[in-house]
């Protein structure tokens, strides 16, 4: 697999609605090895489509629990609140505070196609509101309570 440039916010194509996969082609195969390759590269926890330069809906998050391929992803139920943290590839050394659901249920299709439901709570729920609004072209940026902060690369998603 290969590592991919993540584009940095400012870039036209994070500010796009992403496609659905309609099925597993060769190229969608070796996007979701590059995806991961790329995610771990940079010590992420999270990647969406667009933020490689492909408008697909398409992510991949990795909590520390293995990772997780989304395809097609929608939020079918939320619940409860966490207020905390959170940073981007695509805006590297940078956080802020935002709220998010603190439970999340995602059905989405794995890399066989195959459909799934996922739940999630804390980190996990987080990871997958941040990812799928990038498929839609929105940056936490746009959720941000108060300023942004410098951080480490250790403290991004």
Known sequence: ????????????????????????????RELIGDMLDTMYEANGVGLAAPQVGILRRLVVIDIGDGPVVMINPKILEMSGEQTGDEG??????????????????????????????????????????HEIDHLDGHMYTEKVEGALHDVTNEDEE
């Open 1 to 28: 697999m290969a590592i991919r440039t993540i584009r940095i916010q400012g870039d036209p194509v994070l500010e796009k609605t992403c496609k659905e996969v309609k099925e597993i082609t060769p190229r969608i």
């Open 88 to 129: 981007c590839l695509s805006l590297p050394g940078k956080a802020g505070a935002v709220t998010r659901p603190n439970y999340v249920k995602v059905i989405a299709y794995d890399e066989n196609m195959e459909e799934y439901e996922i739940e999630g709570t804390e980190l996990m729920a987080r990871a997958m509101c």
